[in-house]
């Protein structure tokens, strides 16, 4: 890859960072709120996933990868918010049992689940 192709990569990958941080603190927030006011943890967790989900589908196909809806990006898309959705809840879950701190299991998610997001959105998803 030559330094302008670098170039372009480092600003998407920054662009990703930036989608992501703005859709995990919406997802954070609404399960921090959910869990306030009652809601099991693990529902939660999953009420504000799929609000994430939602989110990052659209940032990332309109403004990360700048590309037009289509389905099949969004089954593939789907297939890999289904693998970051199993890790979350295993790490959340983890957490939970270990030390009764969901929300810290919930952060302690987000770098694995952004970079296997990144890497499969990049190259398989928009490719």
């Not at 600003?11 to 869990?35: E, H, N, P, T, Y």
């Not at 943890?41 to 037009?68: M, R, S």
């Amino acid at each position: 890859m030559d330094r302008a192709g670098q170039g372009m990569e480092a600003r998407r990958f920054s662009i990703f960072v930036m989608v992501g941080a703005v859709c995990a603190l919406l997802d954070i927030g609404l399960m921090q709120g959910l869990m306030a006011i009652g809601v099991y943890y693990l529902a939660a967790t999953t009420l504000a996933f799929a609000v994430g989900v939602v989110a990052n589908f659209f940032l990332h196909t309109h403004v990360t990868f700048d590309k037009a809806y289509s389905h099949t990006a969004l089954v593939r898309f789907l297939g890999v918010v289904l693998v970051n959705y199993l890790l979350t809840l295993l790490v959340v879950a983890s957490f939970q049992a270990g030390w009764h701190m969901p929300m810290l299991g919930k952060l302690a998610s987000l770098p694995l689940v952004a970079i296997n997001g990144f890497l499969l959105s990049r190259y398989w998803v928009y490719r």
